[in-house]
């Protein structure tokens, strides 16, 4: 009798290094969507007899040549990628190096970045055969029983593909997943986590989101929240966290506290239990916050960072992306966790360019912000996702944006341009003096010393001071920012140069010259020792350890500590290589 053999399926999940922790592109991403289908189609006796499945993780960094040849190297018969904002253009690169080698195999798209705007990745992208529009579990279970016959493709719902004449064909239907019928990842080890690798691991224990904002395509499909079985859940849990080879946790939930209250007990007692202590990122709603839920959340390693989304205090931008952001809200539930948690530090999430916002708004949530005492704040530019409201409307806002991932908006009908420029300089301003704690504490605490000044006000102050010797930012003006790295490397740019040993040292003159300005002398302290310790570096650049050495016997190693950079140059360019 013949022997059957088995067709290949190459599913590909190219993932962001050194995101988590930070800096260290050698520890693996396990992304879950690819593992997901893997787990799902090999419970599948049908599918399992007729195909062999294999995924392939590998950074976004990876040259597409040679990730093109380890994929063909497989034999396959099907390759799918799992596609997000931030690794299309490395994906369509990949396809069309895999399709030199290999053109009779199969590709197909899926994910959120290609999930509603599936006709126009066809269009871009002719080696493309099938994109996925939503879910995925069910629908490429489907695929693979079809084996990709054109005749069987229409009855599959919601997905775009080519037919005969190369006409591209949109199907409609829902799927609505049963979270019950996926096997545990880590239970069945699709993700291996002793593969002898290092581990940054995603953990999902319900989907969707109860909220439709405006900025998010997160809750405006299937709004229900499902869970999956709380039995699974706490065994992966075990798994995780009692593994050495587990760097850190990332829980991708919308908000771990939409669900019960009950069930989320059980996962935080369940974490608290197991041998490692694994820092944990969760997203958190500051409306729910309660002293019952601090002391859960508490038991385990979140590290003392408490992150929450405000993206503005305007209240007519509030209204248009259908939050309900309240500042004594935000005042009280911050005043409790530093009752209930003294350690805690916050940091807020803000939004610029949102429709009914305008850089004086913007201002004003900076404001706001800051008067919480956060150790920092993270500022981003809107971005107009495929699928979210603001996308659904984008013409009666007025949006003017760049229709490619990842979809960087440049103005609206509120948000000017010239505006949304001067928010991009004031932000990387702000950020740069967050990598100086001394000068940047200094700044915060001079509206207590003197009620009469804003912290906004101070910033601007401080960076005009700045500008009467240095200004990389401004010159950014002929700069075009479309996209997160294309942003990353105009900020690298800039603070690879304000970060030199005498542009630090211009900055603690500056520091001193804006607490002359506004007479609180009294927090001099420690911008004297900054001015006396980069003044010793710049004249001799290349003695670091020594001055170090030298100056933490003077003042101690905490204060030393504390007035130097945080700012740490990329590996290339402390080798004298290209940023």
Not at 63 to 70: P, T
Not at 283 to 295: G, K, M, N, S, V
Not at 447 to 472: A, G, H, T, W, Y
Not at 473 to 483: A, E, H, P, Q, S
Request: aromatic share 12%; with cysteine.
């Amino acid at each position: 009798m013949e022997r059957y053999v088995k067709k290949n399926v190459v599913i590909i999940g190219l993932y962001l290094p050194g995101i988590y922790p930070k800096g260290d592109d050698s520890v693996v991403v396990n992304l879950l969507a690819p593992a997901v289908l893997k787990a799902t189609a090999d419970a599948d006796s049908e599918i399992s007899a007729q195909y062999e499945i294999k995924i392939l993780s590998f950074p976004t960094t990876i040259d597409s040549e040679k990730l093109a040849q380890v994929i063909c190297a497989q034999d396959p018969f099907i390759i799918a990628y799992s596609v997000y904002i931030w690794n299309y253009y490395h994906v369509s690169e990949n396809v069309r190096c895999v399709k030199k080698i290999r053109p009779e195999a199969k590709i197909v798209f899926g994910g959120p970045q290609v999930a509603y705007t599936s006709v126009k990745v066809l269009e871009e992208n002719p080696e493309v055969d099938i994109v996925v529009c939503g879910s995925g579990e069910t629908r490429f279970k489907l695929l693979l029983k079809s084996g990709l016959r054109l005749g069987e493709l229409s009855k599959i719902p919601s997905i775009t593909y080519r037919d005969k004449d190369k006409k591209i064909v949109s199907t409609e239907g829902v799927i609505s997943e049963d979270l019950s019928q996926i096997p545990s990842l880590y239970q069945s080890k699709i993700i291996d986590l002793n593969d002898g690798s290092r581990h940054t691991v995603f953990l999902e224990t319900f989907r969707s989101c109860p909220f439709k904002c405006g900025y998010c395509a997160w809750g405006n499909g299937d709004s229900n929240i499902r869970l999956f079985p709380i039995e699974q859940i706490l065994k992966d849990i075990e798994i995780i966290y009692n593994n050495p080879n587990v760097e850190a946790v990332i829980v991708v939930d919308a908000c771990i506290y939409y669900q019960s209250r009950e069930r989320v007990k059980k996962i935080i007692d369940k974490i608290a239990s197991c041998s490692r202590k694994i820092p944990t990122v969760f997203t958190l709603d500051i409306h729910l916050l309660d002293e019952q839920l601090i002391e859960y959340l508490s038991k385990i390693e979140l590290g003392d960072v408490w992150c929450f989304g405000l993206q503005s205090v305007n209240p007519s931008a509030i209204k248009l992306m259908g939050r309900k952001t309240d500042r004594k809200i935000f005042i009280k539930k911050t005043e409790l966790l530093r009752r209930v948690k003294p350690s805690a530090e916050t940091s807020f999430n803000i939004i610029y360019g949102l429709p009914g916002d305008n850089y004086a708004a913007f201002r004003e949530t900076i404001d706001f912000a800051l008067s919480l005492r956060p150790i920092k704040l993270q500022i981003y530019p809107l971005l107009l996702l495929p699928g979210s409201p603001f996308w659904y409307n984008r013409v009666e806002y007025g949006f003017k944006y760049d229709d490619n991932p990842p979809y960087m908006v440049y103005s609206n009908r509120h948000y000017s341009e010239e505006d949304m420029e001067k928010t991009l300089h004031f932000s990387l301003w702000y950020l740069a003096i967050t990598y100086f704690p001394a000068i940047r504490d200094a700044i915060f605490s001079i509206p207590d010393c003197n009620p009469k000044f804003s912290r906004v006000d101070l910033i601007d102050q401080f960076i005009e001071n700045m500008k009467e010797k240095i200004d990389p930012i401004t010159d950014l003006r002929n700069k075009f920012v479309n996209t997160i790295e294309n942003f990353n490397a105009i900020r690298r740019q800039v603070f690879n140069f304000l970060f030199e040993p005498e542009n630090c040292l211009y900055a603690y003159k500056s520091m001193l010259k804006l607490l002359d300005s506004c007479g609180v002398q009294q927090l001099s302290e420690n911008i004297l020792i900054g001015i006396d310790y980069y003044t010793a570096l710049t004249k001799e650049p290349d003695e670091h350890e020594q001055k170090d050495a030298f100056f933490v016997q003077k003042y101690g190693k905490k204060k030393i500590e504390y007035v130097k950079s945080t700012w740490v140059r990329p590996f290339k360019f402390l080798k004298g290589e290209d940023a």
